[in-house]
């Protein structure tokens, strides 16, 4: 592992909280101090639009967010580390094979998002297969979870497969906060979604640094 780390989200298919999850993890890993800086793979530019609103408003030191093109990609990686940046959060766009492979290899850590149903169990199988060809770290964390009971009975997932202890609720808190150019951290009242977000990152960082686990016990 090199200095900077890098994270990435991916998953083939779309709608299961790349996006969501990547800014959160930023501004939950903001909180310790961290230089962060955000790669928007996407054509889309969903983050890259955050990132304006969040600007715009104020809420964004220690965050920079760089939209690439897999072209550029390895060369936009190389700056930041030259720029001495601590994390470094790719979130990568669907159905495009190629691009999440080629930010795949350069990671530290691959993190899927998983809804809970058959059909994104299903449809994660590709992902898993590009990630296991390059031999990176990664996990799958549930994501839009209406009860704990439901993962635990009803999905049962390949052996293969690691998942986060974290599981993040569908909350409501998570649209209007991003919506608004803000994470659920920067709430004013006080979010169970925000509190979520800061065992995630916790956990990330556990896999990451094995040490830092004690640190934030
Ligand atoms: N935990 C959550 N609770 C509620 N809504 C969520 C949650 N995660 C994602 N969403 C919503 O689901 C939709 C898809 O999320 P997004 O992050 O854009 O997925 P992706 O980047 O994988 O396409 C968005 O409308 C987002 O606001
Ligand atoms: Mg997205």
Known sequence: MTDTTI????????????????IELAC????????????DL???????????????????DKITCIHSTIWQFHDHIQTLKDNGTDTIIVDT???????TQSAIKASDLVLVPLLPS???IWSSEETFELISKERIPSRFIWNRVLTDSEIDTRFELPSSWSTLNTRVPNHI???QALSSGQSTQDMTTPSIAGQIMSKFSNEVLSLLVPEEMELSA
């Open 7 to 22: 994270i990435t989200f991916a998953q083939q298919k779309g709608g299961t909280g790349k996006t969501t999850l990547a």
């Open 42 to 60: 996407d054509l889309q530019q969903t983050l890259s639009r955050w990132f304006a609103l969040s600007t715009y408003n104020n809420n964004n």
């Open 173 to 175: 808190d998570f649209i």
């Open 28 to 39: 939950a890993l903001r909180q310790t101090g961290r230089s962060i800086a955000i790669i």
């Open 118 to 120: 058959m059909f994104d």
């Open 93 to 99: 766009p669907p159905h495009q094979p190629q691009d």
